[in-house]
T-cell receptor, first 113, second 116 residues
Framework: AQSVTQLGSHVSVSEGALVLLRCNYS??????LFWYVQYPNQGLQLLLKYTSAATLVKGINGFEAEFKKSETSFHLTKPSAHMSDAAEYFC???????????FGTGTQLKVEL | KAGVTQTPRYLIKTRGQQVTLSCSPI?????VSWYQQTPGQGLQFLFEYFSETQRNKGNFPGRFSGRQFSNSRSEMNVSTLELGDSALYLCASSLAGALTSYNEQFFGPGTRLTVL
């Protein structure tokens, strides 16, 4: 079985500051890991994915994440936050095949001036 | 290329009624998955359909059912609605793929169901 844990249900940063959203995973098989973003009243948009290729994954909108097997982590970062980054972010995992995604509980990112 | 579309976007029902939600996948996509999103339980997988067959199922009661048509469009049905069924229901589509591989999923905007 697979699961992900997102540390911090709310994160607040200043515009221009580093964004760090934490995700730890648990998987009995090599996982595929994802970060999705959800804006109010919208569906989920894929930011980036790890599928066992490069451990440092670059995504859209300047986000990236690093897969660290030794720490079972897949934290999301962005060097400089922008007001438009304010949204809810979900880490997700699937493993063993198929399209069933298991999501974390989400982190609401607030960006302040 | 048009994205995943879901209809209706908003729905209000009363307890005991049943509801049908529709999802049209991206053209060429053959897999459709459904998720329920609530403030209390978060995002939970309901089921996945591929080539008109359910090939994966989450941990939901039998009141939740779905089907997929030959054009890959999918519907999900919830019978005997309960207050706790109030949620955002998201549909995601992806290309065909074996169960041993992952196919990127594209999400629709969701249907907001309110049960009174």
């Amino acid at each position: 079985a697979q699961s992900v844990t997102q540390l911090g249900s709310h994160v607040s940063v200043s515009e221009g500051a580093l964004v760090l959203l934490r995700c730890n995973y648990s998987s009995s098989v090599p996982p595929y890991l994802f970060w999705y973003v959800q804006y109010p009243n919208q569906g989920l948009q894929l930011l980036l994915k790890y599928t066992s290729a490069a451990t440092l994954v670059k995504g859209i909108n300047g986000f990236e994440a690093e897969f660290k097997k030794s720490e079972t982590s897949f934290h999301l970062t962005k060097p400089s936050a922008h007001m438009s980054d304010a949204a809810e972010y979900f880490c997700a995992v699937t493993g063993g095949g198929g399209n069933k995604l298991t999501f974390g509980t989400g982190t609401q990112l607030k960006v302040e001036l | 290329k048009a994205g995943v579309t879901q209809t209706p976007r908003y729905l209000i029902k009363t307890r005991g009624q049943q509801v049908t939600l529709s999802c049209s996948p991206i053209s060429g996509h053959r897999s459709v998955s459904w998720y329920q999103q609530t403030p209390g339980q978060g995002l939970q997988f309901l089921f996945e359909y591929f080539s008109e067959t359910q090939r994966n199922k989450g941990n939901f009661p039998g009141r939740f059912s779905g089907r997929q048509f030959s054009n890959s469009r999918s519907e999900m049905n919830v019978s005997t609605l309960e207050l706790g069924d109030s949620a955002l229901y998201l549909c995601a589509s992806s290309l065909a793929g074996a169960l041993t591989s992952y196919n990127e999923q594209f999400f629709g905007p969701g249907t907001r169901l309110t049960v009174l």
